[in-house]
C-alpha cells in the first residue's frame, strides 16, 4: 500500500531526531518524564499525519498540477500562465506545513507579530515569485541575474527593516519549498517551459529547474516589506515563554485539547486550495468522475494528515525541543550546543527522503561524474556546519548579518562560473534540505537555547532555517564546477584521440 510507503520515507526522516533526543536526555540534560513522553507521542503523530499528507499529495495535489500544466501549454496564453502561477503559489503556501509551523512558532516566541498576516505575506511572496518565475522562462531572462537582482533588493530592505524580521524573513524562504507546494509548481514549469517555440531538450530541463528556488525569494522579500511597515517591536518575556513550553508539554492531554482549534486553522488553510481545484476543473480540466473522486480523496488525506501532523508538532515535538534547547543551552556556557548542532545537521540532511532524491537528479545529470555518495557527504558537512554556526550566533549574538551576508556573496557569484543547470538545481535544493525536522525541532531546539542564555530568541534564533537552506546554493554550484572541469578534461582527451 502507499501509505505503508509513505510511512518508510518519514520514519526515516522523523526517527534518527528521536533517537539522538532519547540519547541526550540519557547523557546530557534529562527531559522531565511527561515532556519526554508527550515528545515521543508526538512524534508518533507527526510520522502518521505526515505520511497521511503526503499520500494525499500524491492522490490529489500531483496529478492536477500535471493536468494544469498540460492544459496551460495548449492554451499558450502567457497572461493565463502568469495568473495561474500566482494564484497556485498563493494558495498552496497557506497549506503548506513548514508555512503553519514557521508561523506558529514566530507568534508564539513574539505575539506582536500576528500569525495569519505573516502567513499571507509569505504566500503573496511566493505567489508573486511564481509568476516571475514563469515569465522569466518565457522570456529567457537568465536566471542567474534574477537572483542577483532580487537579492540587492532583499538585503537593501533587510539593511532598514526591523532587525527582528531578518531571521524570519529568510526562514519563510526555506520553509516554503515543501511538499504542498513543489510538485505544483514544478509542474507549470515544465508546461511553459514546453511552450516556447525552438525549444532543445536540454533547454527544457534547464527552465523546469530553479522555479522553486525562485518561488523562495519572494517570502524573504514580502517578510521584509512586511518589517519595514511594521516597525520595530518590544522584547520578548524569556522566562513566560519558557515556562509556557514547559507547561504546555507536560500534559499528555493536551493533544486532545489541541484538535478543534488545529482543525479550524487547517479548513481554513484548504478551503481556499478546495476553490482552485474547482475552478479548474471548470475552465481547464474537465476531469472524468473517477478522477475528480481521487482529488476530493486526495483533500481528505491531506486534510486528516495536516490536523493529525500538526497536532503532533504543537503538543509534543516543539515543546520538547524547546525545553531540551533550554536546558543545554543552561549547562555552563553553553557551548556544548556546537557539537550538538553538528550532529543534529548531519543527522537531518542524511534523513531527508528528499535529499536522496536530490542527489540520486543530480548523478543522472552529471553522467555519473558527480556521485551521490559524494553529494551526501558533501551536503550532510554543510548542513552540520551550518546548524552549529547557528549555534554560536545564539551563543554569541552575533548579527545574522555575518553569516548570510558572505554566503549568499559566494552563491551569487558562482552562478556565473558554474554550469546554469547546476545553478537552478542548486537554488531549488535549498528546500530540499530544510524539510519538518528543521522548521520543527531545530528551530524549537535553537529557540530553547537563546532563552535560556538570556538572549532575543526573535533576533538570535530564528535563521537556522536560511542557514540550512543557503548551504546547498555553495555546496551543488561547486560540484557543478567540479563537473564542468571533469567534462572539459574528457573533451579534450577525447579531441587529442581524434586529431
Not at 97 to 110: C, E, F, G, R, S
Not at 118 to 134: D, H, K, P, R
Amino acid at each position: 500500500m502507499n501509505l505503508l510507503a509513505k510511512i518508510k520515507e518519514t520514519v526515516i526522516s522523523v526517527v534518527p531526531i528521536m533517537v539522538i533526543v532519547l540519547i541526550l536526555h540519557l547523557t546530557v540534560f534529562p527531559l522531565p518524564t511527561m515532556v519526554l513522553v508527550d515528545f515521543f507521542i508526538g512524534g508518533v503523530l507527526l510520522i502518521l499525519g505526515m505520511s497521511i499528507f503526503l499520500l494525499g499529495a500524491d492522490i490529489g495535489m500531483i496529478p492536477v498540477g500535471q493536468k494544469v500544466g498540460s492544459s496551460l501549454t495548449k492554451k499558450r496564453n502567457l497572461p493565463l500562465m502568469l495568473a495561474i502561477g500566482f494564484a497556485v503559489g498563493f494558495v498552496l503556501t497557506i497549506a503548506e506545513p513548514d508555512v503553519q509551523v514557521l508561523a506558529t512558532q514566530v507568534t508564539n516566541v513574539d505575539p506582536s507579530i500576528p500569525r495569519m498576516p505573516l502567513v499571507m505575506m509569505i504566500s503573496v511572496g511566493v505567489g508573486l515569485f511564481v509568476a516571475l518565475a514563469l515569465a522569466r522562462i518565457v522570456l529567457q531572462f537568465p536566471m542567474k541575474w534574477l537572483f542577483v537582482v532580487s537579492f540587492a533588493i532583499i538585503f537593501t530592505l533587510a539593511a532598514f527593516a526591523s532587525p527582528e524580521f531578518v531571521g524570519i524573513a529568510f526562514d519563510g524562504g526555506g520553509a516554503t519549498t515543501g511538499p504542498m507546494a513543489v510538485p505544483f509548481i514544478m509542474a507549470l514549469g515544465l508546461g511553459v517551459a514546453s511552450v516556447r517555440k525552438h525549444t532543445t531538450q536540454s533547454s527544457v530541463e534547464d527552465d523546469s529547474f530553479g522555479l522553486a528556488g525562485t518561488a523562495s525569494v519572494g517570502p524573504i522579500m514580502a517578510v521584509l516589506a512586511m518589517g519595514l511597515v511594521s516597525g520595530g517591536h518590544g522584547g520578548v518575556d524569556v522566562q513566560t515563554a519558557t515556562q509556557s513550553a514547559v507547561g504546555d508539554s507536560s500534559v499528555a492531554w493536551h493533544f486532545l485539547r489541541l484538535i478543534p482549534g488545529v482543525m479550524e486553522e487547517v479548513l481554513n488553510a484548504l478551503l481556499p486550495l478546495s476553490c482552485i481545484f474547482i475552478v479548474f476543473q471548470l475552465t481547464l480540466l474537465h476531469m472524468p468522475n473517477q478522477q475528480i473522486k481521487k482529488t476530493v480523496l486526495g483533500l481528505i488525506y491531506t486534510f486528516v494528515g495536516l490536523v493529525i501532523f500538526l497536532v503532533g508538532v504543537n503538543g509534543g515535538f516543539m515543546p520538547a525541543g524547546q525545553v531540551m534547547g533550554a536546558g543545554i543551552g543552561g549547562l555552563g556556557s553553553g557551548w556544548a550546543l556546537v557539537p550538538i548542532g553538528l550532529l543534529f545537521g548531519a543527522m537531518v540532511v542524511c534523513a531527508e527522503p528528499a535529499v536522496w532524491v536530490l542527489t540520486d537528479q543530480v548523478e543522472e545529470v552529471s553522467g555519473g561524474h558527480i556521485r551521490r555518495p559524494v553529494m551526501l557527504v558533501t551536503l550532510a558537512i554543510g548542513v552540520a556546519v551550518a546548524v552549529a554556526l547557528a549555534m554560536t550566533r545564539v551563543i554569541t549574538g552575533l548579527s545574522i548579518w555575518w553569516y548570510l551576508l558572505p554566503g549568499y556573496a559566494i552563491a551569487l557569484a558562482m552562478t556565473f562560473f558554474c554550469p546554469p543547470l547546476f545553478t537552478a538545481i542548486a537554488f531549488d535544493s535549498g528546500g530540499v534540505a530544510t524539510g519538518p525536522m528543521s522548521s520543527t525541532f531545530i528551530l524549537s531546539f535553537t529557540l530553547g537555547a537563546s532563552m535560556a542564555l538570556g538572549g532575543n530568541p526573535v533576533t538570535d534564533a530564528f535563521g537556522v532555517i536560511a542557514m540550512i537552506a543557503m548551504i546547498p546554493l555553495i555546496a551543488i554550484q561547486a560540484l557543478g564546477l567540479l563537473y564542468q572541469r571533469k567534462q572539459r578534461q574528457i573533451d579534450a582527451a577525447a579531441m587529442r584521440r581524434d586529431s
